[in-house]
C-alpha cells in the first residue's frame, strides 16, 4: 500500500470546524462577516455580543422559502450563516442593550430561517434573562452536520 492509501480521507471544510466572528455593531458587522463568509467551516455563526448599536446582517442572510432558497437570489449558492448568538454587555459599568436591537436581529435570523440564541441581557452579571421578554428569550441552535453547498 502506498502512504496515500492510508491517509485519511479528508472532506473540506471538516465536519467539526465551527468559525465565528464577533459583531457589536454595523461597523463591525460590515467589516467582519464578509470574511467570515470567504472561510470554509461546516457552521459558521457571529456572535452579537456585546450588542452595542442596531445591525442589519439581512444581505448577508439567505432569502429562504419552504422549496429552498429563493429562486430569484442572485448569489443564492454563496456560503451561509448558520447561526447568531445574541447578548448584551456584562460586568460592572456593562452598556446598556437596547432590546428593539435584540428584537430586530431575532425577525432577521427569523426570516432566513436562521437559528439565534438569546445569551443574556445587559448588567453586572452574566447569563441573566433581565428585560429581555419570554417572546425574545430564544435558544435556538444550529444542526451540527451541516454540509458545504
Not at 56 to 68: A, N, Y
Amino acid at each position: 500500500m502506498s502512504p496515500e492509501d492510508l491517509a485519511p480521507r479528508l472532506t473540506w471544510p471538516l465536519p467539526n470546524v465551527w468559525l465565528g466572528t464577533s459583531v457589536e455593531n454595523q461597523a463591525a458587522a460590515d467589516e467582519r462577516i464578509p470574511h467570515l463568509l470567504a472561510t470554509p467551516a461546516a457552521v459558521r455563526f457571529l456572535s452579537v455580543e456585546p450588542l452595542l448599536g442596531p445591525v442589519d446582517f439581512s444581505r448577508w442572510l439567505p432569502i429562504r422559502h419552504s422549496t429552498g432558497l429563493a429562486p430569484w437570489v442572485p448569489d443564492g449558492d454563496r456560503r451561509d450563516l448558520h447561526w447568531v448568538i445574541v447578548g448584551g454587555e456584562s460586568g460592572p459599568g456593562a452598556r446598556p442593550m437596547d432590546l428593539a436591537w435584540a428584537r430586530s436581529l431575532i425577525e432577521q435570523c427569523r426570516a432566513a430561517r436562521v437559528p439565534v440564541f438569546v445569551k443574556q441581557d445587559s448588567g453586572p452579571k452574566p447569563g441573566r434573562q433581565g428585560r429581555i421578554p419570554d417572546n425574545l428569550w430564544v435558544k435556538e441552535y444550529p444542526k451540527s452536520n451541516r454540509k458545504e453547498r
